[in-house]
């Protein structure tokens, strides 16, 4: 969900910005050139988001990525809705929130997601977000929408999988529900960022566990 305070973040953040990645990242893909990558590639190689991707998938996400910065307090998704694009944090920080019910207002925060967190894999299969995820403060993300990411995925499996089941740790006192701790498990991780696809391969992972 993209409200009108989201649009107006992405846009001060772009006004304020002087890095020309930024500038690069902006352009229409078609519009990009080997310079615009180059500099692009340039930012995203100190990324922890992207430090085990290999030069030739890394340089794939160079030229099919969006910037976006958003404010504290932004909803970049809602529980429920059908994703259209992938994320990576490369600052600042977003939280998990998950509700029992249809109201989100009863939504309980169950871990952050810091920088170089991946997440929002539900893309490739359009299951609705098993999470609403609202900015903790002042965050710049990576975003690449569906169609991208699923030719990303089917070609650099090996790289993308390990990155999307990196789990988030949760505060020791973090105090949950109990359907809550059932999830997380005794390490109390939490299990939105762990591809319920991964199941089709190895089969251990449950049925409550999911995509963000």
């Not at 359907?179 to 089969?203: A, F, M, N, Q």
Request: glycine residues 6%.
């Amino acid at each position: 969900m993209i409200s009108p305070k989201m649009v107006a973040a992405h846009t001060h953040g772009h006004s304020s910005a002087s890095a020309d990645w930024i500038i690069s990242l902006d352009k229409r893909p078609a519009e990009r050139s080997v310079e615009d990558v180059d500099i692009i590639l340039s930012r995203l190689k100190m990324a922890k988001a992207f430090e085990r991707f290999h030069p030739s998938l890394l340089q794939q996400v160079c030229l099919c990525g969006f910037y976006e910065c958003l404010e504290r307090g932004i909803t970049l998704y809602r529980q429920g809705d059908i994703g259209t694009s992938w994320y990576a944090v490369l600052s600042g920080s977003l939280d998990v929130k998950v509700s029992e019910t249809a109201n989100h207002q009863d939504a309980v925060t169950i871990c952050t997601l810091g920088i170089g967190t991946a997440f929002g894999e539900s893309i490739l299969d359009n299951t609705p977000r098993h999470a609403t995820i609202v900015t903790r403060e002042l965050s710049e993300l990576l975003r690449i929408d569906q169609k991208e990411f699923k030719s990303l995925w089917e070609k650099n499996i090996s790289v993308l999988l390990p990155a999307a089941l990196r789990n988030c740790s949760l505060p020791a006192h973090t105090d949950l529900p109990p359907c809550r701790k059932e999830l997380v498990g005794g390490d109390r991780r939490c299990p939105l960022s762990i591809l319920s696809w991964w199941s089709h391969y190895t089969g251990f992972l449950t049925e409550k566990a999911g995509f963000l």
